[in-house]
């Protein structure tokens, strides 16, 4: 085979991968956001289908698990193709993740549906506004090799964290006086906290998309000492 037709194959290889991890992300945001519609419109047969859904992103992250191991084998990628073809399959891992966290908030959607109406639930919207937001921008990190941006997601992820611990405070309060209401608060509290983790994750795939455009290293800078650089990894 000539140096022509591999370079051709890797392109398409690559291609197919970035698409892959790219269809993945729009499926678990789709799920996310059909789990919040569920909670805040009391539908349960959305909350159905977000659960029913989740196996389409499984079975996307065993593609491109294989996908990214095929490229690695066959045509040894160096440098930022290296990196492109880890950092996808990193996303689908995290992508994965996040998509559980939609089915839990779709699980609990339908229990605190069965009773009577939850006031506090809209509570959780601008949560979900916030961390649907940073997961937007670390795709398109992803997407365009844009490191400035993956890297600014940290300090918007400190906003979500005191968004989140501010909900669960005044969730907390009102389970003292909750009048039959304890169980469905306590459903709110853990939808709550599986939005704040699935800003965490995004954050993670922020961090990727640094080590994608720029070949640094920054998940742990904040333990570092001020004089220590970030090392480069090709």
């Known amino acids: 085979m000539n140096s022509q037709h591999i370079f051709r194959d890797f392109d398409k290889a690559i291609d197919a991968l970035k698409g892959e991890v790219i269809t993945m992300a729009s499926l678990a945001r789709q799920n996310l956001e059909r789990a919040m519609r569920s909670l805040l419109e009391r539908d349960i047969d959305l909350a159905r289908t977000v659960i029913a859904d989740d196996s389409d992103v499984d079975d996307l992250e065993r593609k491109i698990d294989q996908a990214g191991m095929d490229i690695l084998v066959r045509f040894h990628p160096m440098a930022s193709d290296l990196r492109l073809v880890i950092t996808s399959m990193k996303m689908a891992h995290n992508l994965e993740r996040i998509s559980d966290h939609a089915v839990t908030i779709a699980k609990r959607s339908k229990k605190i549906c069965k009773s009577s109406p939850l006031e506090e639930a809209s509570l959780a919207e601008p949560l979900y506004s916030m961390a649907d937001s940073i997961l937007r921008d670390a795709l398109t990190a992803y997407t365009d090799s844009n490191a400035e941006l993956g890297e600014s997601l940290k300090a918007r992820d400190k906003e979500l964290d005191q968004l989140h611990k501010q909900m669960i405070s005044s969730l907390s309060a009102r389970l003292e006086d909750s009048n039959g209401r304890a ?52």
């Open 183 to 234: 169980e469905n608060l306590l459903h709110l509290i853990f939808v709550a906290r599986s939005i704040e983790r699935i800003g965490d994750l995004a954050v993670n795939m922020g961090e990727d998309a640094v080590f994608l455009g720029e070949a640094r290293d920054i998940r742990h800078d904040h333990r570092k000492p001020s004089s220590q650089k970030p090392t480069l990894l090709g």
